[in-house]
Each structure stands twice: as C-alpha cells, then as structure tokens.
C-alpha cells in the first residue's frame, strides 16, 4: 500500500482536566485510551478450518474460525475477527469499543452480522440443531467455527470467501441468507462524560454509569479523598457502589486547591455479545462472539479551581468523520478558547464544544495537552476505521501473502507513534510538538500524522 502523506493540524492553546487520580497542583497526566468495559490479550486462534479467499490476484488459502481473549483482572473471550486481511499481532492488547470507532461504524451490515453472533456458534453450542436449521448433515465444533467466521467476512469485509469443508460451507451460507440487522449491544461499562469540571465547594458531574453488570464498585480517588475529595450521590451521601443510570459526583471541599482526582468503576458481567474490540497495535479488529464473568472498569476524571476558565476534555474515535472527537466543556467564570484547524473555538462558562481532529487510517497518534495548575492529559491510540480489503481497492490494489500454514495470521515488530511531547497549554501559552524534528507554531499546535504501510507479513 502506497505510503500516506502527511497531514498537518493545529490546535491551538487546548486545555484539559483530565488527569491521574490526585489533587493539588503538582503535575499529573492520565493516559486515555478506551473508553471504558474490558480490557484483553489476544491469545490466538483456538477453534478453526480453512476457507479460501478469491481475487483478481487468485484464489489464497486462510485460516478461519475462534480466538481467544483473556482478560485484565480475570475473564475469557472468544472472538471472530472484521479485517479479513489485517494481520493479528501476537499478544496484542484489546479494548472494547463502540462500533463508531471502528470500520463497523459506517457498515450498514453491520447489524447482520450481530445475527449471526447470537445464531450460530458458540451462542448456539448444540451442534446437532445448528446444523439441523442449516440444513447441513453434522457440524464438528471447527466445521461451526470456520462457517461462521466466514459469513461473518462477507458482510465486514464484503469478501468473496468460501468455507473449504462442504458442512462448513452450507452453514456460511445458510447465516448470510437468513441474517438479519440487530442492534448494536450495549456497552458492559461506560462513564457518561468521562471529564467534568468545576469550582471547590461543588459537586461536580453528575458522572452517569452505564453497565450491564447488576452493580458496580466505586473506587474513589485515593491521593484526593485525603485532601477531603469524595464520591456521593446527588444527596452528597458517599458512593461505594452503582447500577445502571446511577449518578455520581466528585465532593470537593471549597478549601481544596485547584487540581484534579480520578475514580474508578469496576464489576464482573459477561460483555454483550457483538462488542468490537480494538488493538493499540494495529492488530485485526476482533467482534466478540462469547464471554465468562469478565472484569471490566471505567475511569472519569474530574478538575477544579476557584476561577477562571474550568474546562475538562475527553475523547472518542469517530470513523463516519475520520478523526477523533475532542469534547471540551467549560465550568469555568471566564471563556475558553482554542483555535482548531485554524478556526478559532469559543466556550463561555457552562458551555461546551465537541470538534474533529482529523487523522490518517492506521496511524498511531500520542499527544499530551497541557493544562493549568499543572494537569496534564495524554491521548494515545489508532485510528483503524476501514478493513485492509477496502483501503487496498481505495488505492488499487496490493498483493497479500498467502496463508500456507493451518495457524493464526501474526506480525511482529514494532509500531511507529506519532509522538507529540507536552501538546498544549493555556488559552495563553505557545505549543510546541517534536515529531522526529521540532515544529514549532506560535500560539498554537502542531499534531503531525505519517502513513505508514501495515506490515504485509502472514495474515488471518
């Protein structure tokens, strides 16, 4: 795939409250990069067959069927995969996502294919009635698998693919014949906003829990709570525990500092099936098929000072726009303001703007904004939005390596990050990036971003 060009863009005096769990001015810097519910390592492929991919390039033999995921803090999942020729990267880290940060955002399939999770294996362990509806003589479990996984392919990646087994084959068949669209499932655990911000002697938030877990334990910031910072509901009763719709505040004493704290949120639930789940690593986009009693968490973060511009600032990937959304809301007595693709943002106090920083497919971004009293937030990631099929016919085509061995497609190596060193700074103070060379652009940002060519190693 031919390299990408750079693309070059300013942000300009962007200020953030998020922070790592603590109070007070010294310097601190929270690292985002989910948006909360279960985090994993892929651990390969596990229940599998073989299919044959067709193209103008020939026919290739693949690999098709089950991964497996263990899960931080404890949990299994199975997962097939949404990026036909996408490479899996060995160990990679996963975390799960909404579809709209995803190539699932803007696949209108996308629904069918949660159908054939919920009908078909694992969901559906009697093999015998699977193959009964399909109307096929007998399924082994790598004969369900391998069908499944490839009608999953011919709705995420539009791929002309067929099952080699016969039973397997029908069974492909048979799901993409009767799919039909479903809902996407909800999240196993989100905090709604992820950054809120005020003055001290306010309850800031309310921070909304979002969960399928029937309850989840509130963990409160422990470096702010001796500093009098607590978790309470709306009465100002402290919080050790929330359902789902439950609200939550941060209690700051009006005698505290200007500064920040962070809390956690955490429960056991199986994760719905239908989640996507995305790698920090470029490896192939995963959609959960299965799950145990899985550890998931959520964190929001909370800033305060007496005066001034208060503002807090989160994140999500948005593939409809090809970029990332950057929420800024101001709790503040004064306007906040930041110039963002050379147009300049106002938000007076009690008001909030969501924009788009627009970023290359597959590139890795790491940037830190600098905010005042010395809190610092870091944003890191991928933006992985389009399968490996689709970019290649966007740019004519490129020849993929062909699968010789029954195994899970991996590649190692490392990944180049776009790497923007102490990105920000007040609605008064000059930003300055360092991207291999220094850029320098008074009063404002620079967030550089470099294609890069995926590794063509051996693919799933």
Not at 58 to 77: H, P, T
Request: net charge negative; hydrophobic share 35%.
């Amino acid at each position: 795939m031919s390299a990408r060009l750079a693309a070059v863009t300013l942000v300009s005096g962007l200020v953030t409250a998020g922070a790592l769990a603590g109070a007070g001015s010294a310097v601190a810097e929270e690292s985002t990069r989910g948006e909360g519910g279960a985090t994993a390592t892929i651990g390969g492929l596990k229940t599998y067959g073989d299919a044959v991919i067709h193209g103008t390039d020939g026919d290739r033999q693949v690999s098709a069927g089950l991964f497996e995921m263990s899960v931080e803090g404890g949990g299994m999942l199975q997962t097939y995969c949404v990026d036909i020729d996408n490479p899996t990267q060995k160990d990679a880290r996963y975390q799960e996502t909404p579809w709209s940060g995803t190539s699932l955002g803007a696949n209108k399939a996308a629904g069918r294919i949660r159908w054939i999770l919920r009908n078909s294996y694992p969901q559906v362990n009697d093999l015998a009635a699977l193959a009964a509806k399909a109307g096929v003589k007998g399924l082994t479990e790598q004969d369900a698998a391998a069908g499944t996984q490839v009608a999953i392919w011919r709705y995420s990646d539009g791929a002309d693919v067929e099952a080699l087994d016969p039973q397997a084959e029908r069974l492909a068949d048979y799901l993409e014949s009767n799919a039909r669209d479903v809902a996407e499932p909800q999240a196993s655990l989100r905090l709604d906003p992820p950054a809120v911000s005020g003055h001290p002697g306010e309850r800031l938030g309310p921070v909304t829990v979002h969960t399928t877990a029937d309850s989840v334990t509130v963990t409160p910031p422990a470096a702010a709570t001796a500093n009098g910072v607590t978790v309470v509901d709306k009465a100002g009763k402290p919080v050790t525990s929330a359902a789902d719709g439950s609200r939550i505040y941060f209690d700051v004493p009006d005698d505290t500092a200007a500064g920040s704290a962070s809390l956690t949120v955490q429960a056991s639930t199986s994760v719905p099936v239908g989640r996507a789940f995305v790698s920090d690593s470029r490896s192939q986009t995963q959609i959960l098929a299965g799950s145990s009693e899985s550890t998931v968490s959520a964190t929001a973060t909370a800033n305060w000072a007496e005066q001034g511009a208060i503002p807090a600032l989160s994140a999500r990937k948005n593939c409809a726009e090809g970029g990332l959304d950057i929420t800024a809301a101001n709790q503040g007595d004064k306007p906040f303001t930041f110039t963002l693709m050379g147009t300049e943002h106002g938000i007076g106090a009690g008001g909030s703007e969501t924009v788009t920083v627009p970023l290359q497919e597959d590139q890795a971004y790491d940037f830190t904004i600098k905010g005042p009293h010395g809190v610092d937030s870091r944003f890191e990631g991928i933006l992985d939005c389009a399968t490996e099929t689709a970019e290649r016919s966007a740019v004519g085509g490129e020849s993929v390596q062909t699968l010789s061995e029954p195994s899970p497609a991996t590649a190692g190596g490392t990944t180049d990050v776009t790497n923007l060193a102490e990105t920000g700074g007040s609605d008064t103070t000059p930003l300055i990036a360092g991207v291999a060379i220094a850029l320098v652009v008074v009063g404002g940002a620079v967030l550089v971003l470099l294609g890069r060519r995926k590794n063509p190693t051996t693919r799933h």
